[in-house]
C-alpha cells in the first residue's frame, strides 16, 4: 500500500480573447507527469458560456516515494486547443506534494488570453494571470 500525493492541486480559469470577452465552448486539456515515476496523465473539459473552465484534484501514489528521500517533481502543462490552433495558457512545475503549493497555498484561480503569446510574464510561463 503506498501514500497518496497530490500531484496536481484543483485548477479553476476563465479563458477569455484579445478583447476581454469569454471564449466558450473551447477544449481546454491538462497534461502531468510526475517526475518520480514517469507516471503520466491528462483530462479535458468544455469552457462553459462565460469561458470558465476547472479539473478536480489529481493524486498519485507510490510505496517507495513514501519513504525514500526524493525533490518532488511534477510538469504540468495546459493547452487551450482553439479553432485558430493549440494555445500553451500553462506551463509549471510542481516541487511539492502539498495541496495548492502551486500558489504558495492559495487555489488556483487564474484569467487566461487565449489571444496572447505565451511568456514567463504571468504566474509560470503561458497567457494566464492570477484572478484576485
Not at 28 to 37: D, I
Not at 44 to 59: H, I, K, L, N
Not at 76 to 87: E, F, L, P, S
Not at 102 to 115: A, S, Y
Amino acid at each position: 500500500m503506498g501514500k497518496t500525493f497530490v500531484l496536481c492541486s484543483p485548477f479553476a480559469g476563465t479563458a477569455i480573447t484579445g478583447d476581454g470577452e469569454p471564449a466558450a465552448g473551447v477544449e481546454v486539456e491538462r497534461q502531468w507527469t510526475w517526475g518520480w515515476n514517469d507516471e503520466s496523465g491528462s483530462d479535458r473539459t468544455v469552457t462553459d458560456a462565460q469561458g470558465r473552465f476547472s479539473f478536480p484534484v489529481v493524486e498519485g501514489s507510490s510505496f517507495t516515494a513514501s519513504f525514500l528521500p526524493h525533490e518532488p517533481h511534477v510538469s504540468q502543462r495546459i493547452i487551450a486547443h482553439t479553432k485558430n490552433g493549440d494555445v500553451e495558457i500553462w506551463f509549471a512545475a510542481k516541487r511539492s506534494y502539498e495541496l495548492n503549493s502551486e500558489m504558495d497555498g492559495r487555489p488556483t484561480k487564474v484569467i487566461c488570453n487565449l489571444d496572447r503569446e505565451p511568456s514567463d510574464a504571468g504566474l509560470y510561463w503561458g497567457t494566464c494571470v492570477e484572478d484576485k
